[in-house]
């Protein structure tokens, strides 16, 4: 069955579908869909609370995830930042949630046009100590609600914060979306056990979740113990899209809505001639870096041009993965400002010229 959603609703519809039964959230555009979607329908099957803040909002899904049910919050990019402590928090106790971030102009307060300029605070982490968060990027409605269910998944998994990262195109767009009821509505009871929850310890030892570690060389053993799952996580699951890489003289790199318009542009480049690529990361952490580093590109030795809602920041992401065995050129627009499928073509020529 396909009903037409925005993105924001689809990843509501979607943490629904994947069993989540906690959110918690505090209003502000261009996310505020999101909100309205669980507020009308979380409440059939689970607990539904706008927070009084941000900082309480995040720290509500800390409780909730501790007690060991699905928990998601959501946010636009000053909304974020406010939670990045509790995020840190949540990330320390080795807890699953889902983090959603439509992201919008910056820095500061911004507007509500759509950007990618909170790609660094993502990827490395956004508050405080060693840890990560696996980041998944959409690039369409149907992949917002099925990505939103794969992060509920990989947050059990792993034991850590997933966060799905939109901007305020995706948000707002309609499109068909496939709800794929079959797969999901047996969902909450094929969820995995977690011993590790605070369920009350009647006839067992009691749970401890913390954050907090005092004894000395204790904190460094926990984070050690945090880096080898992060390396696990960094080998099995990176994620992207490649098109046309057999043959591409100049690979564009674009993720999120900025991939759609790039896709555009390929294709009519490709139509007048040029041989063009595209590497579309779909999970910005870990980043798939073996993307890059196929024997086919290597020894082909094509360009790369990043393109971005920002001015360069999954552009030094894509250069550790070249590792400067090839040009990487960039082109970006922030505040607000979109790069038009016209202003890729001119830049692509540019390079080939």
Wanted: contains cysteine; charged residues 20%.
């Amino acid at each position: 069955m396909k009903i037409l959603l925005s993105g924001n609703e689809a990843i509501a519809q979607g943490a629904i579908q994947a069993g989540c039964s906690f959110y918690a959230g505090y209003p502000i555009t261009p996310q505020n869909e999101i909100i309205a979607y669980m507020a009308k329908h979380m409440p059939k099957k689970g607990v539904f609370i706008q927070a009084e803040s941000e900082l309480a909002a995040i720290n509500m899904v800390y409780g909730a995830s501790a007690a060991g049910v699905r928990a998601m919050t959501s946010s636009s990019s000053p909304g974020i930042s406010l939670k990045q402590e509790g995020i840190s928090y949540i990330a320390g106790a080795q807890l699953p949630a889902v983090i959603v971030n439509i992201m919008r102009g910056g820095p500061g307060l911004g507007n509500i046009a759509p950007a990618q300029s909170d790609y660094f605070q993502a990827t490395r982490g956004g508050g405080h100590g060693d840890y990560h968060l696996i980041v998944l990027a959409p690039a369409c409605v149907q992949e917002a609600y099925d990505l939103t269910q794969t992060g509920f998944d990989l947050a059990d998994k792993y034991r850590i914060p997933v966060m799905i990262l939109g901007d305020g195109i995706l948000g707002q767009m309609m499109e068909p979306v496939e709800i794929r009821r079959q797969k999901t509505e047996n969902r909450k009871q094929k969820q995995p056990i977690k011993p590790w929850a605070l369920t009350g310890c009647k006839g067992r030892k009691p749970n401890i979740v913390k954050s907090f570690f005092l004894r000395e060389g204790a904190l460094e053993e926990f984070n050690l113990k945090l880096q080898k799952n992060y390396e696990i996580i960094r080998q099995k699951e990176a994620r992207f899209e490649g098109l046309f890489l057999s043959d591409a003289k100049v690979i564009l790199v674009a993720y999120g809505t900025m991939a759609r318009i790039a896709k555009s542009a390929i294709f009519e480049l490709r139509k007048e001639g040029y041989k063009i690529g595209l590497i579309r990361p779909i999970s910005l952490w870990p980043f798939p870096v073996n993307a890059f580093r196929h024997p086919s590109i290597v020894n082909r030795h094509p360009s790369f041009l990043v393109i971005e809602m920002s001015y360069g920041q999954m552009l030094e992401d894509v250069r550790l993965a070249v590792g400067g065995r090839q040009q990487v050129e960039f082109f970006g627009r922030s505040g607000g400002g979109v790069p038009t499928e016209g202003q890729i073509m001119n830049k692509v020529k540019k390079i080939l010229s």
